[in-house]
């Protein structure tokens, strides 16, 4: 019934372009007869998404347990363990710092295009940079607000992502480029509107902790990153 991420305070509400969509149809059904006839666990101030991901790390710390995520969601890569993506009927081990990649694809026109993909920790980096449309926030969004910039397109692409993350060999190196984009937008500014348009005061390390917190998924009971535990162990604050 409750979401911790939509206590963040983001200058667009998370998932807010999804408050007039009309839900599947016969959804309700399908959670009663899940419920009814499976073992359920229910969420509680979490996304199903995080419970899923608890049972992926399971697969990840112990392997003779046979767990198997099972997901097409997006940022279940980032998480170590064992995923598998019905529409692909493919299974795969996340583990370690992983990778990002820009596969090549050909539109029914013709024309040749690219999907950014990757795996690990690598994934999570990369959406610290480049946000997630389906969810509505782009680490952009406050550079945005304060430079009354109203454009659509966010600062960080696909492309200049891969760019920055594809080189980089160690935890470090990754976190060093994603310091680097936080502190050109907000090394300078203190305050920002939330999407309540209540005033919020922080610098640019409380920035990139509330994008870090929308982005992790857990891996166990109240699982956080504490960004700055991280700079500190990188010596990079």
Same mark, same amino acid.
């Given at each position: 019934?409750t979401?911790?991420?939509?206590?963040?305070?983001?200058?667009?509400?998370?998932?807010?372009s #999804?408050?007039d =969509?009309?839900?599947?149809?016969?959804?309700?059904?399908?959670r009663?007869? +899940?419920?009814?006839?499976?073992? *359920?666990?229910?969420?509680?101030?979490?996304?199903?998404?995080d419970?899923?991901?608890?049972?992926?790390?399971?697969?990840?710390?112990?392997?003779?347990?046979?767990?198997v995520?099972?997901?097409?969601?997006?940022?279940?890569?980032?998480t170590?363990?064992?995923?598998?993506?019905?529409?692909?009927?493919?299974?795969?081990?996340?583990?370690?710092?992983?990778?990002?990649? #820009?596969?090549?694809?050909?539109?029914?026109?013709?024309?040749?295009?690219?999907?950014?993909y990757?795996e690990g920790r690598?994934w999570f980096?990369?959406? +610290? +940079?480049?946000?997630?449309?389906?969810?509505?926030?782009?680490?952009?969004?406050?550079?945005?607000q304060?430079?009354?910039?109203s454009s659509?397109?966010? +600062? $960080?692409?696909?492309?200049? *992502?891969?760019n920055?993350?594809?080189?980089?060999?160690s935890?470090?190196?990754?976190?060093?480029?994603?310091?680097? $984009?936080?502190?050109?937008?907000?090394?300078?500014?203190s305050?920002?509107?939330?999407?309540?348009?209540?005033?919020?005061k922080?610098?640019w390390i409380?920035?990139?902790?509330?994008?870090?917190?929308?982005?992790h998924?857990?891996?166990?009971?109240?699982? #956080? =990153?504490?960004?700055?535990? =991280?700079?500190?162990?990188?010596?990079?604050?």
């Amino acid at each position: 019934s409750t979401n911790f991420r939509n206590d963040l305070k983001l200058p667009c509400q998370y998932k807010g372009s #999804r408050k007039d =969509v009309i839900k599947p149809l016969a959804l309700y059904e399908v959670r009663d007869y +899940l419920k009814n006839n499976f073992n *359920c666990v229910i969420s509680e101030d979490e996304e199903a998404d995080d419970i899923i991901s608890k049972y992926q790390f399971m697969s990840f710390k112990d392997r003779n347990r046979r767990i198997v995520a099972c997901t097409l969601d997006k940022d279940a890569r980032g998480t170590p363990g064992y995923l598998y993506n019905p529409n692909e009927s493919k299974l795969i081990f996340i583990e370690g710092l992983g990778f990002v990649e #820009r596969i090549p694809k050909e539109t029914a026109a013709g024309k040749k295009t690219y999907k950014f993909y990757g795996e690990g920790r690598k994934w999570f980096y990369s959406q +610290l +940079l480049t946000g997630d449309k389906a969810d509505d926030y782009y680490p952009c969004d406050i550079y945005k607000q304060i430079t009354n910039n109203s454009s659509k397109s966010p +600062l $960080i692409t696909d492309l200049k *992502c891969f760019n920055l993350l594809k080189d980089c060999t160690s935890d470090k190196e990754c976190w060093q480029a994603i310091v680097t $984009i936080y502190k050109g937008w907000y090394e300078n500014i203190s305050t920002w509107k939330d999407w309540e348009g209540n005033e919020v005061k922080g610098d640019w390390i409380d920035i990139l902790q509330m994008y870090v917190d929308v982005v992790h998924m857990r891996r166990f009971d109240n699982d #956080r =990153v504490d960004v700055k535990s =991280v700079l500190t162990k990188f010596e990079l604050i």
